[in-house]
Antibody, heavy 122, light 111 residues
Framework: QLQLQESGPGLVKPSETLSLTCTVSGGSISSNNYYWGWIRQPPGKGLEWIGSIYYSGSTYYNPSLKSRVTISVDTSKNQFSLKLSSVTAADTAVYYC??????????????WGRGTLVTVSS | QPVLTQSSSASASLGSSVKLTCTLSSGHSSYIIAWHQQQPGKAPRYLMKLEGSGSYNKGSGVPDRFSGSSSGADRYLTISNLQSEDEADYYCETWDTSTHVFGTGTKVSVL
């Protein structure tokens, strides 16, 4: 059964770069049928899509975060990664990685990781 | 881009039914959505994909108590025979070729 697991530092200083990795196990990230995405949730708030990547490296990002976000993929390790630069306290959130169905009409998230809390503080 | 509107909360008694609404913004009434459940302290869980026709496809292991329906720009999630474990936040999601959007979520309380 396919699973996703986020990893990375739980504490990042303001103005620095947040870096997280999502490891996919139980299946291949190199599937024609899926994108892979990052979503975050500030404490007590709702979900915000950050961006998504295909195994080929094709990406698209939330316009509100696009200038600070880079998502990359390493098919040899079955992983994809998130970098968010120039972080502030407003970037404190639980960060989720998720599998995204990819077909003509369907682009929804159908499998989520457990999430990892990242706190931005000095 | 599409916008999704959800009421902030809903409540119903144990064993009864509750119907949640997700409304698509003007010009986007035909869009497909997905429903996700987030129990307290847990990650979201995909429940179903729901089309404007009312046709829906549930995720693996989602109980029969969960069903979907549609009317115009409204997408509904109905939970029948409400159980204590259904107390959670429910989010709708939609997309187009350049973005994903989540609703603000509805908190369901089981009385």
């Amino acid at each position: 059964q396919l699973q996703l697991q986020e990893s990375g530092p739980g504490l990042v200083k303001p103005s620095e770069t947040l870096s997280l990795t999502c490891t996919v196990s139980g299946g291949s990230i190199s599937s024609n049928n899926y994108y892979w995405g990052w979503i975050r949730q500030p404490p007590g708030k709702g979900l915000e899509w950050i961006g998504s990547i295909y195994y080929s490296g094709s990406t698209y990002y939330n316009p509100s975060l696009k200038s600070r976000v880079t998502i990359s993929v390493d098919t040899s390790k079955n992983q994809f990664s998130l970098k968010l630069s120039s972080v502030t306290a407003a970037d404190t959130a639980v960060y989720y990685c998720a599998r995204q169905v990819y077909s003509d009409r369907d682009w929804y998230f159908d499998l989520w990781g457990r999430g990892t809390l990242v706190t931005v503080s000095s | 881009q599409p916008v999704l509107t959800q009421s902030s909360s809903a409540s119903a008694s144990l064993g009864s039914s509750v119907k949640l609404t997700c409304t698509l913004s003007s010009g986007h009434s035909s869009y497909i959505i997905a429903w996700h459940q987030q129990q307290p302290g847990k990650a979201p869980r995909y429940l179903m994909k729901l089309e404007g026709s009312g046709s829906y496809n549930k995720g693996s292991g989602v109980p029969d108590r969960f069903s979907g329906s549609s009317s115009g720009a409204d997408r509904y999630l109905t939970i029948s025979n409400l159980q204590s474990e259904d107390e959670a936040d429910y989010y709708c999601e939609t997309w187009d070729t350049s973005t994903h959007v989540f609703g603000t979520g509805t908190k369901v309380s089981v009385l």
